[in-house]
T-cell receptor, first 113, second 112 residues
Framework: NAGVTQTPKFQVLKTGQSMTLQCAQDMNHNSMYWYRQDPGMGLRLIYYSASEGTTDKGEVPNGYNVSRLNKREFSLRLESAAPSQTSVYFC????????????FGEGSRLTVL | RKEVEQDPGPFNVPEGATVAFNCTYSNSASQSFFWYRQDCRKEPKLLMSVYSSGNEDGRFTAQLNRASQYISLLIRDSKLSDSATYLCVVNGKGSGTYKYIFGTGTRLKVLA
């Protein structure tokens, strides 16, 4: 089972370049999330999508845009990358049942020079 | 103040020791609480949910104190394989129900 798949796994950008991180889940989950993780900062919520067709800002949304393309896919776009966006990005999905566990992808390591 | 706070550690303990972590949260309307484990350079994975009455899973015990707004994780008989970062997670109520906020994590090192 693939679970949550993120692409690319590694990316190096120059300041001002744009890129999109892709995330897809095959668990038929309703909610999807993008987090970033920096040393000593834990995971910080960028944007989330409670269900298909909705998106909401998290703790650190500035400099990012998201698209919930369909139930499976949730993309994160950096329009003009900055060195402060160097981080590890995690996508997650969650169903509404049981204990509402978040399932994570393996992460995407982004470096902005 | 962050919505969810943890002592970053590291907690260095010998094998077999008992260790406890606390996590405080600021939103009194929060309804769901979890502990996740993260190994170095890996994605976080659910360790256990935290229920109002407290719950246990083998060597791990989780507690919730709504009055003081904190959750705790107790690990008994620590193993080398318990070395990891432990993250507490809290979500909101109403429009924030789907908003899952992580603490900064507490590093645990279990020493031989």
């Amino acid at each position: 089972n693939a679970g949550v798949t993120q692409t690319p796994k590694f990316q190096v950008l120059k300041t001002g370049q744009s890129m999109t991180l892709q995330c897809a889940q095959d668990m038929n989950h309703n909610s999807m999330y993008w987090y970033r993780q920096d040393p000593g900062m834990g995971l910080r919520l960028i944007y989330y999508s409670a269900s298909e067709g909705t998106t909401d800002k998290g703790e650190v949304p500035n400099g990012y845009n998201v698209s919930r393309l369909n139930k499976r896919e949730f993309s994160l776009r950096l329009e003009s990358a900055a060195p402060s966006q160097t981080s590890v990005y995690f996508c997650a999905s969650r169903n509404r049942e049981a204990n509402g566990e978040l399932f994570f992808g393996e992460g995407s390591r982004l470096t902005v020079l | 103040r962050k919505e969810v706070e943890q002592d970053p550690g590291p907690f260095n303990v010998p094998e077999g020791a008992t260790v406890a972590f606390n996590c405080t949260y600021s939103n009194s309307a929060s309804q769901s609480f979890f502990w996740y484990r993260q190994d170095c350079r890996k994605e976080p994975k659910l360790l256990m949910s935290v229920y109002s009455s407290g719950n246990e899973d083998g060597r791990f015990t989780a507690q919730l104190n709504r009055a003081s707004q904190y959750i705790s994780l107790l690990i008994r008989d620590s193993k080398l394989s318990d070395s990891a970062t432990y993250l507490c997670v809290v979500n909101g109520k109403g429009s924030g129900t789907y908003k899952y906020i992580f603490g900064t994590g507490t590093r645990l090192k279990v020493l031989a």
